[in-house]
């Protein structure tokens, strides 16, 4: 069984977001480097996912791997989706892949108020200086 297509088995073995979720850890682990990582198939599968078990926070993670497939702006429009989501309203990740796709745009005014933004959210230590860190190399 590939990673770009999951088929229910003759036997009638249940498809769910679990083995999907568990193939989508099994393709990123499965790259020997990063540019190695097979980014379409990724997005195939989210898009299973998403037919499986919509989430704001699945459509999010989708916007990486719509991003690495599709290029900057189609990130941002499907990012641009979920913006007024009530569950991504606190959640620091939001703004901080909208600040990695501006500062890959060269908005580097927008990536900053973004990361600014994400810094204003709940998130750990590390998380903090990887955001501060991001901000700074936008100037």
């Known amino acids: 069984m590939g990673f770009a297509h999951f088929e229910r088995s003759a036997e009638g073995d249940e498809l769910t977001a679990y083995h999907v979720q568990a193939a989508i850890a099994a393709a990123h682990a499965g790259a020997y480097r990063f540019d190695a990582?097979?980014?379409?198939?990724?997005?195939?599968?989210?898009?299973?996912?998403?037919?499986?078990?919509?989430?704001?926070?699945?459509?999010?993670?989708?916007?990486?791997?719509?991003?690495?497939?599709?290029?900057?702006?189609?990130?941002?429009?499907?990012?641009?989706?979920?913006?007024?989501?009530?569950?991504?309203?606190?959640?620091?990740?939001?703004?901080?892949?909208?600040?990695?796709?501006?500062?890959?745009?060269?908005?580097?005014?927008?990536?900053?108020?973004?990361?600014?933004s994400a810094l204003e959210r709940p998130c750990s230590e590390p998380e903090r200086r990887l955001l501060q860190r991001r901000m700074q190399e936008c100037g």
């Open 37 to 116: 990582t097979p980014w379409p198939a990724i997005l195939n599968l989210y898009d299973q996912l998403m037919t499986l078990h919509a989430s704001p926070l699945v459509a999010l993670n989708r916007v990486v791997a719509v991003w690495k497939v599709h290029g900057t702006d189609a990130a941002l429009l499907a990012l641009a989706g979920l913006e007024a989501e009530p569950a991504l309203a606190t959640y620091y990740l939001l703004p901080a892949v909208r600040g990695r796709l501006l500062a890959e745009r060269g908005d580097l005014n927008a990536a900053r108020r973004a990361f600014a």
